[in-house]
T-cell receptor, first 113, second 114 residues
């Protein structure tokens, strides 16, 4: 059974700092990996999707990498801002799972001015 | 283009009551999913559908039923609500197939069962 772990569970940083969120998964036979953002009381917003054949994806200040063989992904946030404060979730899709996502528990990020 | 919408946004039920949560998407997606989110448990898949008229069980299907009579709608039913079903319910959809499973989520329904 696939298990997804995110470290750290919570992170508090000053504005402007570059930071890295970690995600690991136990079964490397994934189809893709998706990073989401969730604001309190809201739904999930997709940030980046990495196909299993890709090594990284970038969107603005966000960069996500994937090392499928070691079962790891990182989300890099450059020049963090208070508006980046949210919970960040990592989720993977298995190769034959019809897109069903297995989620990590999330990292709660607080960026203080 | 509204994306994925969910009705209602909030609901309080008494134990034993029934209700239906509605999910609608206007992106012509084939695949649709229902998840629940609980503190300490994360998001878990309840049921999913890979096309109109099809449904399948996910990780935590007990106590729920679903129907996909129209491609754009996916209904989640609770026949006899229990306090353990107090949760936030999210619907999601994706194109499906081998091109992309990128999922788009609705805003959620917060359900309390007393």
């Amino acid at each position: 059974k696939q298990e997804v772990t995110q470290i750290p569970a919570a992170l508090s940083v000053p504005e402007g700092e570059n930071l890295v969120l970690n995600c690991s998964f136990t079964d490397s036979a994934i189809y893709n990996l998706q990073w989401f953002r969730q604001d309190p009381g809201k739904g999930l917003t997709s940030l980046l999707l990495i196909q299993s054949s890709q090594r990284e994806q970038t969107s603005g200040r966000l960069n996500a990498s994937l090392d499928k063989s070691s079962g790891r992904s990182t989300l890099y946030i450059a020049a963090s801002q208070p508006g980046d404060s949210a919970t960040y979730l990592c989720a993977v899709t298995g190769g034959t799972s019809y897109g069903k996502l297995t989620f990590g528990q999330g990292t709660i990020l607080t960026v203080h001015p | 283009n509204a994306g994925v919408t969910q009705t209602p946004k909030f609901r309080v039920l008494k134990t034993g009551q029934s209700m239906t949560l509605l999910c609608a998407q206007d992106m012509n997606h084939e695949y649709m999913y229902w998840y629940r989110q609980d503190p300490g448990m994360g998001l878990r898949l309840i049921h999913y559908s890979v096309g109109e008229g099809t449904t399948a069980k996910g990780e935590v299907p007990d106590g729920y039923n679903v129907s996909r009579l129209k491609k754009q709608n996916f209904l989640l039913g609770l026949e006899s609500a229990a306090p353990s079903q107090t949760s936030v319910y999210f619907c999601a959809s994706s194109y499906g197939g081998m091109t992309s499973y990128e999922q788009y989520f609705g805003p959620g329904t917060r359900l309390t069962v007393t």
